[in-house]
């Protein structure tokens, strides 16, 4: 793919987002599934609805742009995964289990954030305000689950201390 234009690392950066999101839809029911501790089993079922919407958030930006989302995979998200799936491996107690598991999607959560970030500047400069919107309001979402997961790892986190 050829990047001449502000546009064009948009689009690429979209691409990106895309296929981030698509890995994440299909590593979050994992991530459930192993987790033992009550509200970061739900705070991962929330995130699976979030991230459907935020797929087709940028399925609409695309619309608006007459592109398609496929094209680039994302490498940096699939190594975050990948390191996440490694851990699930582990053999370990399912507090200290959790307390990985939090590790491993805030990681996650921070590239994101990074990632949304920069489209959402690609965006304004470009002056496509509701790609703008769309990316924003992914942006707050991504935020809110980093601050959320957070809160679940100090209970965790206080839980593996005490057992330790």
């Known amino acids: 793919m050829s990047l001449e234009s502000m546009e064009d ?13 698509k ?29 459907e919407n935020q ?7 695309f619309e608006s742009l007459n592109g398609k989302p496929r094209g ?39 590239y994101e954030i990074a990632a949304y970030g920069t489209a959402r500047s690609f965006a304004e400069k470009l002056g496509l305000d509701e790609a703008v919107r769309l990316l924003q309001e992914t942006l ?3 935020s809110e689950t980093d601050e959320l997961l957070t809160s679940i790892a100090q209970r965790v986190n206080s839980q593996a201390k005490a057992e330790a």
């Open 72 to 110: 680039v995979k994302c490498v940096g998200m699939e190594g975050l995964i990948e390191e996440g799936r490694e851990m699930m491996e582990e053999s370990m107690p399912d507090y200290l289990l959790d307390a990985a598991l939090i590790g491993a999607a805030q990681r996650v959560e921070h």
């Open 23 to 51: 890995q994440i839809l299909k590593a979050l029911p994992k991530m459930a599934k192993k987790a033992s501790h009550p509200d970061l089993k739900q705070a991962f079922q929330k995130h699976i609805d979030q991230t």
């Open 140 to 142: 707050d979402e991504e």
């Open 55 to 61: 797929v087709q958030r940028i399925e609409t930006i």
């Open 9 to 21: 690392l948009l689009v690429h950066e979209l691409k990106d987002l895309y296929s981030a999101e």
